[in-house]
């Protein structure tokens, strides 16, 4: 691997400049202290001071290719010689190439691709085509849910982010999904979790009104959220009952999506085929900004004589649509979404359930593919969360001093709340994993001196 000579000052100068002029998402500018970064490669991305870090976020869980894929890198810089920038009106090679490579993978009937330049885009379209298509205003989604920050996707999404900006709530109404661990429904196992949500979710339709309910959207595997693996039947009893009362059922596979969970679609797990699926992050692992919404055939006939109000100046932009192609087919021929699938079962999977069985700190061991999460608690009894659930995880002192300790190993990890993620890109090798598994093992040490 190349990494850049370590070179403090220029560290120091990016950093001076950083402070100066950028306005940086989901903080407070004045407590924060970006990590100026030099470069990046596969799992791995370092800083100016010569200290590398095994990427196990993903950056925000993204990078499912990791970073600077060769073939990825050589289709932005081709399509920049050749086309960098077309309105989403015409047609074009890239952005059809895109669009059913995209379509080949999403389940079922979802064949017509509408590209947005991000997740909560996609979301805002999603629930705005189901608005149009049922005539119907409501939408229901799930608490510990996250669905992007623009205006309805972040009122969709069901965590305490929402508050601050929750100015525009009409329409929205929240249930709970399942989460056997901390069960909303009081369940002891996995299928009174499902039956009592699906029981939950039916007394909520019929108090709000079928008739009034455009949509249902559910992250087929709530990621930032926790990572809360559906129990089995869940999803088809929620599609059973949205066929049922004309609800459209949208899953939202923004971080699950392209190969995270070990199949291209989470959804592939599950047998279900959603009207509306959107999807983002791994559709291109980020190299450009690229999202967008996978569309039913009886959907995309509502605007086949009738215009769908909706597009942004670059979507499906070329540079875009190029990276997206480049990056699905290196995983089909490089078998990246087995790769995932197999180190998720083999290594990631009994790796961290090992680490339970040793650590105080961690409560429970749950996901699947390369999309994993940790429960940190004070006391495994009564799972009593090592920081309190609406709290920051990395402004909170111990998860802080966790996620220190992980850095100080040479591990960057995704830490939430009282969790942290274990999201390597789905290149991630065998020995890279076990790299990751040791310093977590290390770091999770200061966790368990906080335990009761
Ligand atoms: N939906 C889900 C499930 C997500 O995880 C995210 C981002 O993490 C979004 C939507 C929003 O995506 P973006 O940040 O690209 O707008």
């Known amino acids: 691997m190349t990494t850049t000579q370590p070179d403090p000052a220029a560290g120091a100068a990016v950093h001076a400049a950083d402070r100066a002029h950028v306005f940086h998402s989901w903080s407070a500018q004045g407590l924060i202290d970006p990590l100026p970064v030099a470069g990046a490669e596969g799992s791995y991305f370092w800083d100016y001071d010569g200290n590398r870090y095994l990427d196990f976020s993903s950056q925000l869980v993204n990078t499912n290719i990791g970073h600077q894929h060769p073939k990825v890198i050589a289709a932005i810089q081709e399509q920049a010689g050749k086309l960098c920038t077309i309105a989403p009106g015409f047609a074009v090679d890239v952005r059809a190439e895109a669009a059913r490579l995209v379509a080949e993978r999403t389940p079922g009937d979802l064949d017509k691709i509408f590209f947005t330049n991000g997740g909560a885009e996609a979301v805002e379209n999603a629930v705005r085509m189901a608005r149009l298509h049922t005539g119907r205003a409501k939408v229901l989604s799930a608490y510990r849910s996250y669905h992007g920050a623009t205006a309805a996707a972040i009122n969709l999404t069901g965590d305490p982010r929402r508050w601050p900006s929750d100015t525009a709530s009409a329409g929205v ?49 709530p990621g930032t959220a926790g990572i809360m693996v559906p129990p089995p039947g869940y999803l088809a009893g929620v599609h059973e009952i949205c066929d049922r009362h004309g609800i459209v059922f949208i899953l939202d596979e923004v971080m699950a999506g392209f190969g995270r969970t070990g199949h291209w679609f989470a959804a592939d797990h599950f047998g279900v085929t959603p009207d509306l699926l959107t999807f983002a992050k791994g559709v291109n692992s980020g190299y450009v900004p690229l999202g967008g919404v996978a569309i039913s055939a009886e959907i995309a006939a509502t605007f086949d004589q009738r215009p769908y109000p909706g597009g942004l100046t670059y979507s499906g932009h070329p540079l875009a649509c190029a990276s997206a192609v480049a990056t699905i087919n290196a995983m089909a021929e490089e078998k990246i979404v087995e790769n995932a699938a197999e180190i998720g079962e083999k290594v990631i999977g009994p790796g961290l359930r090992a680490l339970a069985e040793r650590h105080p700190s961690v409560g429970e061991v749950r996901g699947l593919g390369v999309f994993w999460a940790l429960e940190l608690v004070r006391d495994k009894e009564t799972r009593e969360p090592l920081v309190p659930y609406n709290a920051s995880g990395t402004a909170n ?17 995704f830490v939430n709340m009282n969790r942290t993620h274990v999201v390597p890109p789905c290149t991630v090798t065998e020995a890279e994993a076990k790299e990751g598994l040791a310093a977590l093992d290390a770091a999770l040490a200061v966790a368990d001196a906080h335990t009761a």
Not at 202 to 207: H, K, R, S, V
Not at 210 to 220: F, M
Not at 397 to 413: I, Q
């Open 397 to 413: 002192a111990p998860m802080a001093e966790f996620a220190a300790a992980c850095k100080r190993g040479g591990l960057w990890p």
């Open 173 to 221: 109404v929240h249930f709970w999904g399942p989460f056997l661990y901390r069960s909303p429904f009081h369940a002891e196992n996995e299928a009174q979790e499902c039956e009592r949500a699906l029981a939950h979710l039916e007394d909520t339709i019929a108090f709000e009104g079928p008739q009034s309910i455009a949509a249902i959207i559910l992250e087929t595997v």
